[in-house]
Each structure stands twice: as C-alpha cells, then as structure tokens.
Nanobody
Framework: QVQLQESGPGLVKPSQTLSLTCTVS??????????WSWIRQPPGKGLEWMGA???????YYSPSLKSRTSISRDTSKNQFTLQLSSVTPEDTAVYYC?????????WGQGTQVTVSS
C-alpha cells in the first residue's frame, strides 16, 4: 500500500519561500512510470495542479506558477519537495502531494499552509 505524507510549516510570512516535503512509503519514487505531483486547494476554490516530478527526475510546472515553483527529490529518502517563492496570502491553501499513473491513484492527507504576517 502506497502512502504519501506531506510535511512542512503551517504558517509562512508574505514574500518568504514555502517549502513542503512529501514522504512516500510502500513504493519508490523512481519506479517507471509514475509522476509525483503537488496540488493545492485554496479556501472556497477548486484543485489547482502546481507541478510534478517524474520517475526519471524530469520536472513539469503549471505555466501560471512556473516562475515561482521548484520541485526536487531525494531518492535516498524517497521524498520529493515543493518550493514556492515570494508567497502572498493568495497562496494560502491546503497542499496535497499525489501519485499519477493514468490518473491520480494515491494522495496525501493534505497540509494547511497559511500565508500571513
């Protein structure tokens, strides 16, 4: 059974960088042909795909967030990380990590991140 768990600070100040880690258990992030995504949901809004890192290490980003987003991985820890720079209160959301293979089949429980001074 694959499990994903998000971790990181729940409160970030405006203009700072938000950093979240997704720890994966029950499966390797390098296994063909899985993609490991970050998705967020602002309050009262729908899900927004932010980006993903592939089994190969290739990265993909939402055009609207590309200039502020970086996704990386640590294969020794079976983790992948999201960094979102220059955050504003509009980046307040529940952040999820998820696995994609012909659809999203496993999700983390989500973590609330609030951007506020």
């Amino acid at each position: 059974q694959v499990q994903l768990q998000e971790s990181g600070p729940g409160l970030v100040k405006p203009s700072q960088t938000l950093s979240l880690t997704c720890t994966v258990s029950g499966g390797s992030i390098t296994t063909n042909y899985y993609y490991w995504s970050w998705i967020r949901q602002p309050p009262g809004k729908g899900l927004e795909w932010m980006g993903a890192i592939a089994y190969s290490g290739s990265t993909y980003y939402s055009p609207s967030l590309k200039s502020r987003t970086s996704i990386s991985r640590d294969t020794s820890k079976n983790q992948f990380t999201l960094q979102l720079s220059s955050v504003t209160p509009e980046d307040t959301a529940v952040y999820y990590c998820a696995r994609w293979y012909r659809g999203y089949d496993y999700w983390g429980q989500g973590t609330q991140v609030t951007v506020s001074s």
